[in-house]
């Protein structure tokens, strides 16, 4: 993550900061705990300002055990304007690329899988899975909801709160600031 003396003024969050332990571990150790940890946080911080996609909201609603309680003048959610905003090409041509080394990864992955007689199939499964997913997932932007927090960062010119390595990195990539989740936690509290 880039780090930074001043913190910013407006925070585009990611759903990795409540559902990722690391992340959380601040706020709360439930999903729902970090939630409310982190709204009653920041709702003394009339400088900053917080926005959530409303992809990342629904996505919390999976992850809570509990009804999200009302973000309403902590937390404005906010969808990026999506037909506005460009990205430079050599991005693209760099995340086709990307996963196309990727695909090719997974499928090795694969093949191994399939040649491999003496493990137990459930065993293979569940190897099959963990291998296949980080070749082709950890790293990368690799959803809608990343996406959407990419670009509403960018349109607003926020700092993303994300412990998302393949949104950190794509942020990196397109001149976006990430915060580091410890520095504002130690910045907000201390105030």
């Given at each position: 993550m880039l780090f930074r003396k001043k913190l910013a003024d407006s925070y585009v969050l990611d759903t990795s900061l409540f559902v990722n332990p690391d992340s959380r571990r601040h706020f709360g150790n439930t999903v729902d705990e970090a939630i409310?940890?982190?709204?009653?946080?920041?709702?003394?911080?009339?400088?900053?300002?917080?926005?959530?996609?409303?992809?990342?909201?629904?996505?919390?609603k999976y992850f809570a055990q509990k009804e999200l309680p009302s973000f309403k003048n902590i937390i404005v959610t906010k969808s990026p304007s999506l037909y506005e905003l460009k990205v430079?090409?050599?991005?693209?041509?760099?995340?086709?690329?990307?996963v196309r080394s990727r695909v090719?990864?997974?499928?090795?992955?694969?093949e191994k899988?399939?040649?491999?007689?003496?493990?137990?199939?459930?065993?293979?499964?569940?190897?099959?899975?963990?291998?296949?997913?980080?070749?082709l997932r950890e790293g990368i932007l690799d959803s809608e909801?990343?996406?959407?927090?990419?670009?509403?960062?960018?349109?607003?010119?926020?700092?993303?709160m994300t412990s998302d390595q393949g949104l950190v990195k794509a942020a990196e990539e397109l001149g976006v600031r990430c915060a580091?989740?410890?520095s504002f936690y130690s910045h907000v509290k201390g105030e």
């Amino acid at each position: 993550m880039l780090f930074r003396k001043k913190l910013a003024d407006s925070y585009v969050l990611d759903t990795s900061l409540f559902v990722n332990p690391d992340s959380r571990r601040h706020f709360g150790n439930t999903v729902d705990e970090a939630i409310s940890g982190f709204l009653s946080l920041v709702v003394k911080q009339r400088k900053l300002r917080f926005y959530m996609t409303p992809s990342v909201q629904k996505e919390l609603k999976y992850f809570a055990q509990k009804e999200l309680p009302s973000f309403k003048n902590i937390i404005v959610t906010k969808s990026p304007s999506l037909y506005e905003l460009k990205v430079p090409a050599i991005l693209m041509y760099k995340f086709i690329d990307e996963v196309r080394s990727r695909v090719n990864a997974g499928l090795r992955v694969s093949e191994k899988f399939v040649k491999d007689e003496k493990t137990p199939m459930d065993e293979k499964l569940h190897k099959l899975r963990v291998q296949y997913k980080e070749v082709l997932r950890e790293g990368i932007l690799d959803s809608e909801e990343d996406f959407e927090v990419l670009m509403l960062a960018k349109e607003l010119n926020a700092a993303i709160m994300t412990s998302d390595q393949g949104l950190v990195k794509a942020a990196e990539e397109l001149g976006v600031r990430c915060a580091d989740i410890d520095s504002f936690y130690s910045h907000v509290k201390g105030e």
